[in-house]
T-cell receptor
Framework: GNSVTQMEGPVTLSEEAFLTINCTYT??????LFWYVQYPGEGLQLLLK?????DKGSNKGFEATYRKETTSFHLEKGSVQVSDSAVYFC????????????FGKGTRLHILP | GAVVSQHPSWVICKSGTSVKIECRSL??????MFWYRQFPKQSLMLMAT?????????EQGVEKDKFLINHASLTLSTLTVTSAHPEDSSFYIC????????????FGPGTRLTVL
């Protein structure tokens, strides 16, 4: 079945450091891929998405490229801020209306000032 | 963007009581609503999927008599945790899906349930 594997956290970085959170997936067909962010005490927010191979999703300085050949969707940001501290979830969904979103276990990110 | 609200945002109850959590899509009609449960430092676990006017579809291992879902309208779904026990303490998140062809789901802020 479909699944998502992302790097375990917590990840601790200093402000302005480069961020990479790895995510790989297993799926039949060509799913849509997502990154969600969950700030402390809040619900999930869609951060970015990509719907087909080689698409690059971007938002708030974060980027992720849909790599079909490596079945990956790694999240990157060139210079992180303290306000980026949150839990990040990689996820996928199939193409059918009834398909559900499959989430990874989440990666907690701590940014130190 | 689309907004999904949940009420209450947190609730504390005594063991054996029932708790109802509401989920509303504020500015769109949701074809489908989902209920998730999130344990500390874990991912979201899908509990059930509901469509307006029909019975919810529960995931394997989720007790339908324990977690009652009512999807009264295209903008409202409720989750009732019946005879709650401490092990039901968790963060419950609802999500609403917009439209048929669009696969995007919007998530509520969650409800933290603590059962004493």
């Amino acid at each position: 079945g479909n699944s998502v594997t992302q790097m375990e956290g917590p990840v601790t970085l200093s402000e302005e450091a480069f961020l990479t959170i790895n995510c790989t997936y297993t799926a039949t067909g060509y799913p849509s891929l997502f990154w969600y962010v969950q700030y402390p005490g809040e619900g999930l927010q869609l951060l970015l998405k990509a719907t087909k191979a080689d698409d690059k999703g971007s938002n708030k300085g974060f980027e992720a490229t849909y790599r079909k050949e490596t079945t990956s969707f790694h999240l990157e940001k060139g210079s992180v801020q303290v306000s980026d501290s949150a839990v990040y979830f990689c996820a996928l969904s199939g193409l059918n209306r009834d398909d559900k979103i499959i989430f990874g276990k989440g990666t907690r990110l701590h940014i130190l000032p | 963007g689309a907004v999904v609200s949940q009420h209450p945002s947190w609730v504390i109850c005594k063991s054996g009581t029932s708790v109802k959590i509401e989920c509303r899509s504020l500015d769109f009609q949701a074809t489908t609503m989902f209920w998730y449960r999130q344990f500390p430092k874990q991912s979201l676990m899908l509990m059930a999927t509901s469509n307006e006017g029909s019975k919810a579809t529960y995931e394997q291992g989720v007790e339908k008599d324990k977690f009652l879902i009512n999807h009264a309208s295209l903008t409202l779904s409720t989750l009732t945790v019946t005879s709650a026990h401490p092990e039901d303490s968790s963060f419950y998140i609802c999500s609403a899906r917009l439209g048929l062809a669009i696969r995007w789901q919007y998530f509520g802020p969650g409800t933290r349930l603590t059962v004493l």
